[in-house]
């Protein structure tokens, strides 16, 4: 089974009011050193099979019609090997 990860990020021009938020608390938090946050999200999608470029044309219309507005937000598909999940329990988290 392979796994497929959409990566959906505001487009640069829109404000990102929850990233915003984010860079507000990090220095109350100790963390200086960030100079900018943007908030987005991703999806990892499970495909049974082989993925082909027609597999990959198939969740590009995915990510465009359902996991992203294209007014307002950019989307990345790419192949993975491992979930967050999976790396995160790898390291004991």
Not at 7 to 17: N, R, S
Not at 33 to 39: E, G, I, M, T
Not at 62 to 71: D, I, K, Y
Request: hydrophobic content about 45%.
């Amino acid at each position: 089974m392979a796994r497929v990860v959409v990566d959906v990020m505001p487009k640069p021009e829109i404000l990102d009011p929850q990233g915003k938020a984010v860079l507000g608390a990090l220095p109350r938090l100790g963390f200086d050193r960030v100079s900018d946050v943007r908030q987005g999200k991703r999806f990892e999608l499970e495909i049974e099979g082989e993925i082909t470029d027609e597999v990959l044309a198939e969740i590009d219309r995915v990510a465009e019609t359902l996991l992203s507005n294209p007014v307002i937000e950019d989307y990345e598909v790419h192949v993975e090997d491992q979930s967050v999940a999976e790396v995160a329990a790898e390291a004991g988290r």
